[in-house]
């Protein structure tokens, strides 16, 4: 099984709203991302967490926050969020992380995506 | 920093032509190369890898790709396209940064073959 879930598909929200977007993989990875996708752009990387502790936040801003509950799965919850921020949201995860001082990369698969639209 | 440059935007075949997307990167240490693939509505899906070995990958599909050092290059090949394979390939980096594996993605390519 080499599949990364995502729900909603599509979630549409106003400003004002309180949202969760939800992640799960069952490969027994124990690194999982969160990227950004606009349209016609790469995805951006915005969160890493390795073994359920965050490890990265490229500069996100505080109205997205991340949840690792257990190592299968990956929570982003959002709260007054920008028309802006309307975008794709992948899910991605990986074997393992590269270690400080050490030497090696995994694939990241990726899931299908919550398509946000934020009013 | 890393960064991935694809020069080709937009690229327009017929069937049975043969394809090749470049993609070069800049990083100053040891890199992994990927390509994966977005199909029209379509998650994104790994189409090949490169980590050490032979600089010649092959991939699902029909796909190759070449990694060449010292040009900094990892371009996507297919000697014969089909319909199917319209769709935007993503190049791909990954590299130490801080302690962590990063990846950089490029722009992409969007590629449209015409029955």
């Known amino acids: 099984d080499t599949e990364v879930t995502q729900t909603p598909k599509h979630l549409v929200m106003g400003m004002t709203n309180k949202k969760s977007l939800k992640c799960e993989q069952h490969?027994?990875?124990?690194?999982m991302y969160w990227y950004k996708q606009k349209a016609k752009k790469p995805p951006e990387l915005m969160f890493v967490?390795?073994?359920?502790?965050?490890?990265i936040n490229e500069s996100v801003p505080s109205r997205f926050s991340p949840e690792c509950p257990n190592s299968s799965l990956l929570n982003l919850h959002l709260h007054a969020l920008q028309p802006e921020d309307s975008a794709l949201y992948l899910c991605a995860s990986s074997q393992d992380l590269l270690l400080a001082g050490g030497g090696y990369t995994d694939t990241q698969y990726f899931g299908p995506g919550t398509r946000l639209t934020v009013l | 920093a890393q960064s991935v440059s694809q020069h080709n935007h937009h690229v327009i075949l017929s069937e049975a032509a043969s394809l090749e997307l470049g993609c070069n990167y800049s990083?100053?240490?040891?890199?992994?190369l990927f390509w994966y693939v977005q199909y029209p509505g379509q998650h994104l899906q790994l189409l090949l890898k490169y980590f050490s070995g032979d600089p010649l990958v092959k991939g699902i599909k029909g796909f190759e790709a070449e990694f060449i050092k010292s040009k900094f290059s990892f371009n996507l090949r297919k000697p014969s396209v089909q319909w199917s394979d319209t769709a935007e390939y993503f190049c791909?980096?990954?590299?130490?940064?801080?302690?962590?594996?990063?990846?950089?993605f490029g722009t992409g390519t969007k590629l449209q073959v015409i029955p």
């Open positions: 490969m027994g990875h124990r690194a």
């Open positions: 967490y390795s073994y359920e502790k965050l490890s």
């Open positions: 791909a980096v990954t590299g130490n940064s801080g302690g962590y594996q990063k990846v950089t």
């Open positions: 990083y100053g240490g040891t890199v992994n």
